[in-house]
């Protein structure tokens, strides 16, 4: 993809100092990833459904500079109807139980985030996405 005549984003190293520039320009934080270090840990049984080695598709959150939230990634291996995580204070919804239909297996799933931070998956038992999840607080 060509943004300009000579901005070549296939290129690996353009496409990141490129994202870089994009993100620093809208204040955007670095992205929170769930079971990390000092975040947010999985709960019951959820895990992220990709291989070690595929990170860009571990589950993850942050935060816009309008202040909405975003949740991405690939989460599986939980109970239908159970929380996959908790997010922190300020990543909250101020509104309780934000649902959200998304790709998953066996079926769609519905994810629930509610204000006290809970984001519970329902059906979505072998993998659940969570890109297109967002949300202001």
Avoid: Q
Wanted: hydrophobic share 30%.
């Amino acid at each position: 993809m060509k943004v300009h005549s000579n901005v070549d984003l296939n290129d690996p190293l353009v496409f990141k100092l490129w994202t870089k520039a994009v993100s620093d320009a809208l204040n955007v934080e670095d992205k929170h990833n769930v079971g990390g270090t000092n975040e947010p840990a999985f709960e019951g049984t959820w895990t992220n459904y990709d291989t070690p080695t595929a990170t860009s598709r571990d589950a993850r959150f942050y935060k816009d500079h309008f202040g909405r939230v975003h949740l991405e990634g690939v989460v599986g291996g939980g109970t239908s109807g159970t929380t996959a995580f908790t997010l922190p204070d300020g990543y909250r919804p101020s509104v309780d139980n934000h649902a959200f239909r998304c790709e998953s297996s066996p079926a769609n799933a519905v994810i629930v985030v509610a204000s006290d931070g809970t984001v519970k998956i329902y059906t979505g038992t072998t993998y659940t996405h969570l890109d297109g999840v967002s949300f202001r607080t």
